[in-house]
């Protein structure tokens, strides 16, 4: 299995649309960085698990599951790569792989001693778009295909059935 542990301010703080949006609502700008984690996470089949600094948001712990996705809101006193490089260590055995989301220089190191991967945030933006592109096509493709009809219908007929469907007389 493969885990993937995202430093969410640092992602938020590196990616632009995100970055933008945190200047305006933070809280938005988590919703959003959890949404495109939830695409990531349904599309990769890894679990996600995205840790936020208590800095930003006062209070006890809190872990939350959002869409599949888990949220984990530090102590007060315990900062995102503090949490990150306990989780990495703890989840880590054999059969799973841990890839930790940070472009924390510091971090990315710790987390190196522990047989932990990292991606860095622009490495994960880019990954994102790709998994982003390849839903749109599926997408596409689904829309697309036509339901195999049983029996074979005429132009006109279907054009009828499709006014009937549609309430038109």
């Known amino acids: 299995m493969d885990i993937l542990l995202v430093d969410g301010y640092n992602i938020i703080g590196a990616w632009p649309e995100l970055n933008k949006l945190k200047n305006k609502d933070l809280s938005a700008a988590r919703d959003a960085l959890l949404e495109k984690m939830a695409e990531y996470q349904g599309f990769s089949g890894y679990r996600v698990i995205v840790v ?12 939350l599951k959002n869409s599949k996705v888990e949220v984990i809101f530090t102590k007060e006193n315990e900062t995102a790569d503090e949490r990150i490089e306990k989780l990495a260590k703890e989840l880590s055995n054999r059969r799973t792989q841990i890839h930790v989301a ?19 945030a622009r490495e994960l933006l ?3 778009a ?3 592109k390849n839903i749109e096509k599926k997408v596409k493709r689904i829309k697309e295909r036509k339901p195999v009809i049983k029996i074979p219908l005429s132009k006109e007929m279907e054009e009828l059935f499709e006014k009937w469907r549609r309430g038109e007389k």
């Not at 936020?52 to 948001?57: G, I, L, N, P, T």
């Not at 940070?102 to 860095?120: C, H, K, N, V």
């Open 126 to 128: 880019i990954e994102m």
């Open 52 to 63: 936020f600094d208590a800095y930003y948001v006062r209070g006890t712990e809190k872990k």
């Open 102 to 120: 940070t472009s924390d220089f510091t971090e990315q190191w710790a987390i190196f001693g522990q047989g932990a991967l990292r991606i860095s």
């Open 130 to 132: 790709e998994i982003e």
